[in-house]
Nanobody
């Protein structure tokens, strides 16, 4: 399984970015796709996730209402649309996937077996 994240960049506060994660090598059945972010010197933290088949979504509280996770099955790609960005959103964003991740574990990085390389998001004030 391979994941390729893209779409990061430098944006002013209040702006928007759409992160993409192209996935290859798995069947998507019973898989969850997640986005995590990592601040310097910190552990990766959950941002959002989507169950591939049902498209049920989950969000971390600080991004809820400002971000939307979605997937395009034809392109095998998951997206994270982030709006009203704040300087505190600046981090490296990683996409990840795991099979059979249950809802109570969906916010934990250990539940995901495969990770992309990360894409830097920088929000200037």
């Amino acid at each position: 399984v391979q994941l390729q994240a893209s779409g990061g960049g430098l944006v002013q506060a209040g702006g928007s970015l759409r992160l993409s994660c192209a996935v290859s090598g798995h069947t998507f059945s019973n898989y969850v796709m997640g986005w995590f972010r990592q601040f310097p010197g910190k552990e990766r933290e959950f941002v959002a996730a989507i169950k591939w088949s049902s498209q049920v979504t989950f969000y971390e509280d600080s991004v809820k209402g400002r971000s939307t996770i979605s997937r395009d099955s034809a392109k095998n790609t998951v997206y994270l649309q982030m709006n009203s960005l704040k300087p505190e959103d600046s981090a490296i964003y990683y996409c990840a996937t795991g099979r059979g991740v249950i809802s109570t574990s969906i916010r934990y990085s250990w539940a995901y077996a495969y990770w992309g390389q990360g894409t830097q998001v920088t929000v200037s004030s």
